[in-house]
């Protein structure tokens, strides 16, 4: 007859062991779930913050932007403001990630090809590093993840230490509309984020719009010493149309910013419309705008 002692032992022995192979056999199935991921990603954005995370794409969108080497040879799936659904589907996609400002351009096709896209909120930089944390922490890359959110929270303090003693400039936002003008981004907007982190103050506040049109008196009534002018989408064109329309206007030579020539032009990769992986170097770059004087 086994003594009470050694029948407990041989219990315990046994939980432990089917606790291990449990364990084991959980973190193989987690393992093998992740490697069947099948990620398209329709915005640039989207595809930095994957190559960041070191995650591999099956779709990535049609963009005059240097992909990533490691999605060189991936299916393109259209442009990002208007992607093809066809493409996407034959992809066999198990997610589509997209940006929530371009919420609206996926329609009825998409739902024809039970498609369901993610939206990840990038419009500020705060956003920004909360979607890393959480891919980070869904694909079992939180290491890269991290990392990633360091290098902006150094850039962060260092605009901090830039700004600091110093009056807060004011400052406005331009985003270039190609053929059709430009619209004013608030401090909602990604952009005018930036601004914020930099120190400077933002001449056109929201409670909840990114983009309006004022009058030409606002404008020049807001006397800004710093003009930001966003060319993201088709900069060879938006930057001669920002050029005749500051050239033609004269309201806008008598902003202390033209005046000073502290009219500065943001082109991508560093500046989008939305929050991306170079956000660190975008804020560096609007904080030396800002305070050109300071170290």
């Known amino acids: 007859m086994k003594s009470p002692r050694r029948t407990a032992l041989i219990v315990i022995l046994v939980i432990l062991v089917v606790g291990v192979v449990g364990?084991?056999?959980?973190?193989?199935?987690?393992?093998?779930?992740?490697?069947q991921e099948r990620i398209v990603a329709t915005t640039y954005a989207v595809v930095q913050i994957a190559d960041k995370l070191k995650l591999p794409l099956v779709g990535v969108p049609t963009t005059a932007n240097k992909m990533p080497a490691r999605y060189k040879n991936?299916?393109?799936?259209?442009?990002?403001?208007?992607?093809?659904?066809?493409?996407?589907?034959?992809?066999?996609?198990?997610?589509?990630?997209?940006?929530?400002?371009?919420?609206?351009q996926f329609g009825k096709s998409f739902k024809q090809q039970h498609i369901k896209p993610y939206?990840?909120?990038l419009q500020s930089v705060s956003s920004l590093q909360k979607v890393v944390s959480q891919m980070g922490q869904k694909y079992d890359r939180q290491s890269e993840a991290k990392a990633a959110n360091n290098q902006i929270n150094q850039a962060k303090k260092r605009a901090k230490q830039r700004a600091n003693g110093h009056?807060?400039?004011r400052v406005l936002v331009l985003m270039g509309l190609p053929g059709?003008?430009?619209?004013?981004a608030?401090?909602?907007?990604?952009?005018?984020?930036?601004?914020?982190?930099?120190?400077?103050k933002n001449v056109f506040s929201s409670k909840s719009q990114e983009?309006?049109?004022?009058?030409?008196?606002?404008?020049?009534?807001?006397?800004?010493?710093?003009?930001l002018r966003l060319a993201h989408a088709m900069p060879n064109m938006v930057i001669p149309e920002f050029n005749q329309e500051f050239k033609s206007q004269s309201f806008w030579k008598q902003t202390p910013a033209v005046q000073d020539k502290r009219v500065y032009d943001l082109t991508e990769p560093n500046f989008d419309a939305t929050a991306n992986m170079r956000a660190a170097k975008a804020?560096?770059?609007v904080s030396k705008w800002l305070y050109p004087g300071s170290n």
């Open 23 to 35: 364990g084991l056999f959980a973190n193989h199935q987690l393992a093998k779930k992740r490697h």
């Open 74 to 104: 991936v299916t393109r799936v259209g442009n990002p403001m208007s992607p093809s659904a066809e493409k996407i589907a034959s992809t066999k996609p198990t997610v589509v990630y997209s940006v929530t400002t371009l919420k609206d």
């Open 119 to 121: 939206f990840l909120n």
């Open 167 to 169: 009056q807060q400039p």
């Open 180 to 184: 059709a003008g430009y619209m004013v």
């Open 186 to 200: 608030t401090n909602q907007s990604y952009v005018g984020n930036l601004v914020k982190l930099a120190g400077g």
């Open 211 to 227: 983009y309006m049109q004022p009058s030409d008196e606002a404008i020049e009534k807001a006397r800004p010493q710093v003009i």
């Open 283 to 285: 804020l560096g770059e």
